[in-house]
């Protein structure tokens, strides 16, 4: 396996670098090498963020950010209108988005994999201060659509993370996500 490396794009207070952390720690449980990279800046709640993963079978000595990613995860459906979060993405490359349905404008010559992860957060009551947390749904996703890691790494993550009901919920929710997101594209 060379490098896979991806760009989480959220709104502060989405969870956006909770799941890069749990994605790397789930390729680590299986055997890789993983990293999670936070972009701290002057970030607020509902602020554009970004994260990094870079997974590898080999040692990653790299922790900057990540220029070309393979991947790029949209967790809110409107940050495409104001971001360009396809820039820099390899040709061919996926891009995860959190959508009812298939948005196919500005995104000719990528994978494409769709859920409702706001539909799914909102349905298991994964809420904070009224917001849908969709963070978990859309790790589920990008499980499904990248096949980087096991989904069960995942959940083992988050269930050890947390413990309980707290972890019972939102491991529904990433496979809920993983259930139900839609791939297209070549």
């Known amino acids: 396996m060379t490098v896979y490396e991806i760009r989480w794009h959220g709104r502060g207070g989405q969870g956006v670098v909770t799941a890069a952390q749990i994605f790397a720690e789930a390729a680590v449980k299986e055997g890789k090498y993983a990293v999670a990279i936070p972009h701290f800046g002057a970030e ?20 900057a950010s990540v220029k070309s990613p393979d991947a790029v995860v949209v967790l809110d459906p409107y940050l495409p209108s104001i971001v360009k979060v396809t820039e820099g993405l390899k040709e061919k490359g996926l891009i995860v988005l959190n959508a009812r349905k298939v948005e196919k404008q500005g995104f000719k010559g990528f994978r494409i994999a769709v859920v409702d992860a706001t539909g799914i957060a909102l349905s298991l009551g994964l809420q904070l201060a009224g917001l849908a947390l969709v963070n978990m749904p859309m790790l589920g996703a990008l499980v499904k659509a990248s096949g980087i890691v096991d989904i069960q790494s995942v959940v083992d993550v988050v269930k050890k993370r947390w413990p309980g009901t707290l972890g019972d919920l939102n491991a529904k929710g990433i496979l809920t996500a993983y259930e139900k997101t839609e791939v297209f594209g070549p």
């Open 44 to 63: 607020r709640r509902g602020a554009p963020v970004v994260a990094y993963n870079r997974v590898s079978s080999t040692v990653i000595r790299s922790r």
